[in-house]
Each structure stands twice: as structure tokens, then as C-alpha cells.
């Protein structure tokens, strides 16, 4: 049986590279660099949009859980990313395009994979003979969205999500900034924009008034996808949302004044030479001249220089629930797979993640064996769970402690809580793996 997958982002990659470690051979299509969609601009496979932030690390959080678990399941992209890491504190953070090239060339360097260039717009949905691995993402569109659309014979749910704007390190005043992670936890690692409150006040109204750009040919209705959230919607909410939202000053002391700042704006390294920092939680889709009037008011940015503006753009996503089962292949045409974001598993590891089970779904039908999916108390395995789930309200979710059951014992302590989850998930999916590999007689 053949197996194809379409997209190189980082749920394709991820399952293209665990199958061919399993002595799978897989076709790997890819339309860049011959076609862009409207937010990709690297040539590279596995190109992070949004941010370089892959979120936290910690064992005791649900970003850590997932990757811990995923790292059990054999990933990858987790290794090249601990190998272009920038400091971000308590998260994982990398340098984008070295994460890119590096993902790139495990890929290319792989003998089982076959990389073809080009676009992809018919499923094949009637050859049984072929697998077929849908990875291409929340933007997709053209001929492959059309026929996915026919085939399904649901509709999509449509959100729009927003980046980011970069700015170069040397622009930056370092005076009027201070270098901190909150609580003091680990190194220093954001460079940080204290506001005082008559200086807040005046950003606040500046943002909230600014002009916003066009979507388009996009949908007229704005509905907005809550985890990126641009930072002028969410200001539009109240005057201390964002101040109790990405400008929180918590765990913080401006050393300028001994005081904790009013309102904060964090900026993290985008790469590892420290010669761009991102405006955490800004993603926007104010005009570019607009980015630059009302951004230049955050302290030390009066003469930020722009290396990426913010923009925004459509997210396309299945209504999952309906249409997939448990192995994440279509209901109406079991030969056809889905992964990523295009699946409701939202965030890039969560992507990843999602990849990695589709991966172990093909495997175990290329087997001619049952899928037997991770523990649903486990981060993967409740992800799986919630978008395989049939619910009237379908919206994309990414990796929380909400998803797994509470301890027995109630523990007041969240930390401690979250770590004693974190580790009865993990218990459960290296039990899970033994019990897997048992059946199929891996050693």
C-alpha cells in the first residue's frame, strides 16, 4: 500500500519522518517554493508563522506535558528545535529559520522519503491502494480545499488568525528597557518595555483608534480565534484587558524606578544572535503605517525599525468531530488522513503532536491491525478525544490541564497539581507504549 502526504509544515514532516523510521516509504508533496500561500514566505519545510515561541517547557505545564509525551512517541522536529533554541525563559523558544533548515534537511537526508515540489489538488479518495495524509494546514485553499469540501460534504469553520510584528535589536533603546523573566524564574531572557500609566493610558487610546487593514477577499464577518487574538481586538474589550492579558506587569520590577510598571510589554529574541526581538502578543492587523505610529509608543520603541510587520489571514478548519474517527482518517473515505491544524488541534506543537497519531493510525492500517489510541487521560490522547468527539459547537483547542481529569487527592496548589497530573499522563502513555509495542511484537 502506498502512503502520500500532502503539506511539509510540521505535522507532515512529523509523520513522514516517524513512518520512514518504521521502514514506511512515503511521498512528501509540497508546493513551496513554487506556490506561497498568503502568511508563508521560507522555502524551507516546517516554517513557523506566527511566533518562534513552541511555548512552555516546564513538566509541570500542559505545553510541557505535550512535549514530554511527544518525545515518548518518537518525535523528530522536538531535537532540532532543542538544538536552535533562544533564550525565552521558561519556553521554547527557537530560531525560526534555523528550526526550518534544520527540519529540512532531516527530511531531505531521509531514504524513505520521496519530496516532490509542487501542488496538490485531488485526494485520490477512490484508490484503496493509497493512503493519503492531509497536512497542509489552515490555509488551505484553491482545488485541494475544493475537493476536500466535496468529499466531506460539511462545512468548514473559518477564524482568522494574526502574527506578530519584528523588530530589529539595534533599534531598540536599551536604556528605556530592562532585561527580566517574571518571578525572577531562570535567565533574563525578554527584554522588557515598562509603561507608566498616564504613558499607558495614551498607547491605550492610540490603539484602540488606530486603522485596521483589509481582509479582502476574506470574509466580511470577523470571527476571531481567541488563542491569537490581534492585540487592537482585544483592547476593544476594555481598558485593563490587555493590561491583564499580554501587558501584564506581574512578576516584574522596573530597576529604573524600583517599581512594578503599570502595564508591560515583553520582546523575546527571534533568533539566536539576538538581532530581532517579536512583540509578544501583539499580533495585529493594523495598517503597516499604523503598526509604526501606535508601536513606537511603547518605551524604548520610538525608533523601532520594522523587520516584519503583523499581518493577518484566514484559518480554515474541519468540523472534525463529524467528520474524522479516532485514527484521524475520514469517515466517508477511510483511505483518506488528516493532521495539523486543519484538524482543530491548535498551536504548533499540538500540530506536531497531531501528525505524530496520524503517523501511528497509518501504521497500524498498513499493518492490517485495530488503532488503539493513547489514554484519554493523557495530553495527546484528550486532544485526540476532544476533536474526534461529536459537540454542537466545534472550535479549535490547544494543549491545558482542563483536558485531564483532576487528581483524587485534592492538592490546593496548582503547580503542584499540574505536576502530579503531568506525571500520571506520563505513567499512562509509557504504558500505553508498552502494551502497543507488546501487541505488535516490537521488542
Known amino acids: 500500500m502506498h ?38 514566505k521560507n522555502r524551507d519545510f516546517a516554517e513557523l508563522v506566527c511566533s518562534n515561541s513552541l511555548k512552555a517547557d516546564r513538566p509541570d505545564s500542559a505545553s510541557g506535558l505535550l512535549k514530554a509525551e511527544m518525545r515518548l512517541l518518537g518525535s523528530s522536529l522536538l531535537p532540532v528545535a532543542d538544538d536552535c533554541r533562544v533564550a525565552a525563559g521558561g519556553a521554547l523558544a527557537v530560531d525560526r529559520a534555523a528550526f526550518a533548515a534544520g527540519v529540512t534537511a532531516l527530511v531531505r537526508r531521509e531514504a524513505n522519503i520521496t519530496v516532490h515540489t509542487g501542488e496538490v489538488t485531488r485526494l485520490k479518495a477512490g484508490d484503496p491502494d493509497t493512503l493519503t495524509l492531509v497536512a497542509t494546514g ?34 531598540i533603546d536599551r536604556d528605556r528597557v530592562f532585561e527580566a523573566s517574571r518571578y525572577g524564574r531562570g535567565t533574563a531572557d525578554y527584554l522588557n518595555c515598562p509603561f507608566d500609566k498616564p504613558g499607558y493610558e495614551a498607547f491605550y487610546e492610540a490603539l484602540i483608534a488606530a486603522e485596521r487593514a483589509p481582509l479582502h477577499d476574506f470574509d466580511t464577518a470577523l470571527a476571531v480565534y481567541e488563542g491569537c487574538m490581534p492585540i487592537e481586538v482585544m483592547a476593544r474589550r476594555g481598558a485593563d484587558t490587555i493590561r491583564y492579558g499580554p501587558l501584564r506587569p506581574v512578576g516584574l520590577t522596573d530597576p529604573h524606578t524600583g517599581h512594578r510598571p503599570w502595564a508591560n510589554v515583553q520582546l523575546r ?12 502578543g501583539f499580533q495585529t492587523n493594523l495598517k503597516f503605517g499604523e503598526q509604526q505610529r501606535v508601536f513606537r509608543m511603547i518605551p524604548g520603541l520610538a525608533h523601532a525599525e520594522f523587520v516584519r510587520y503583523g499581518v493577518m489571514h484566514r484559518n480554515t478548519f474541519l468540523n472534525s468531530p463529524a467528520l474524522l474517527q479516532n485514527d484521524l482518517s475520514l469517515r466517508k473515505a477511510p483511505h483518506i488522513f488528516f ?37 484519554a487521560d493523557t495530553m495527546c490522547g484528550a486532544l485526540l478525544r476532544y476533536i474526534t468527539t461529536p459537540t454542537k459547537d466545534f472550535q479549535p483547542m490547544g494543549a491545558n490541564m482542563g483536558l485531564l481529569p483532576a487528581p483524587e487527592t485534592r492538592i490546593r496548589d496548582k503547580r503542584e497539581r499540574y505536576r502530579v497530573v503531568a506525571q500520571a499522563a506520563l505513567a499512562r502513555m509509557e504504558g500505553w507504549l508498552r502494551d502497543t509495542a507488546a501487541e505488535r511484537n516490537i521488542p
Open 3 to 40: 502512503v502520500r502526504i500532502i503539506g511539509a509544515g510540521l505535522a507532515g514532516c512529523e509523520a513522514a519522518l516517524y513512518l520512514a523510521h518504521s521502514g514506511h516509504a512515503v511521498e512528501l508533496w509540497e508546493q513551496k517554493p513554487l506556490k506561497f500561500s498568503p502568511a508563508h
Open 138 to 171: 489552515p490555509l488551505t485553499e484553491g482545488g485541494l480545499a475544493e475537493e476536500i469540501a466535496g468529499l466531506t460534504g460539511q462545512g468548514a469553520l473559518s477564524f482568522y488568525d494574526a502574527a506578530a510584528p519584528i523588530v530589529s535589536a539595534e533599534s
Open 339 to 375: 493532521a495539523g491544524q486543519i484538524t482543530g488541534f491548535e498551536g504548533y506543537m499540538e500540530s506536531a503532536a497531531c501528525g505524530l497519531l496520524a503517523a501511528r493510525g497509518i501504521e497500524a492500517r498498513l499493518a492490517g491491525t485495530a488503532y488503539i489510541p493513547p489514554p
Open 269 to 280: 529574541a527571534e533568533d539566536t544572535a539576538g538581532t530581532m526581538y517579536n512583540l509578544v
